[in-house]
């Protein structure tokens, strides 16, 4: 007689399930937004602190690379650029402080966001040369390549009567 899974109960496939599921939150865990908060004894100050990743767009230009990543609310102070010769870093945070009454009571809270992106580049640049602007939320990076290329057009391109 072959034995099945399927057909007979195990005890252990409660502790399987169990440990896939642990397994799966710390996955999503490292891999999304972190979220870390701090409330200290008797609930005055309260400081939370939250990560995305922004949006970012990216052109070859043939001779350079062209980032436009948003970031909304941010100050250009409050901006970190590094870039190597095939990788990006930004590093933005967003820091706001409210102080509320309510009953005679003050209550202050500090609110930290942020943005952090890493973004790996198809062919190498040269970082020193790179150059980067910030207007109205949106910051634009330009990365003049090591080895120019021209942009390839792929087919032909027909005519439509």
């Known amino acids: 007689m072959v034995w099945r899974r399927d057909r007979y109960w195990d005890p252990f496939d409660i502790m399987r399930e169990i440990q896939e599921e642990i397994d799966a939150i710390f996955r999503d865990f490292m891999r999304g937004p972190r979220l870390w908060s701090y409330r200290e004894p008797g609930g005055r100050i309260e400081v939370s602190e939250t990560w995305r990743e922004p949006f970012a767009d990216i052109f070859d230009r043939g001779d350079r690379f062209v980032i436009t990543v948003e970031l909304p609310g941010v100050r250009k102070e409050d901006i970190k650029l590094r870039v190597t010769e095939d990788t990006v870093y930004i590093e933005a945070q967003v820091r706001r402080e409210k102080e509320l009454e309510q009953e005679g009571a003050i209550r202050i809270e500090r609110y930290y966001t ?10 190498e640049v040269i970082p020193e040369k790179a150059k980067a602007r910030y207007n109205n939320g949106v910051l634009e990076i330009e990365l003049p390549k090591k080895k120019p290329t021209k942009p390839e057009k792929e087919g032909f391109e027909v005519k439509i009567e």
């Open 114 to 123: 942020g943005y952090r992106r890493v973004i790996r580049l198809p062919e």
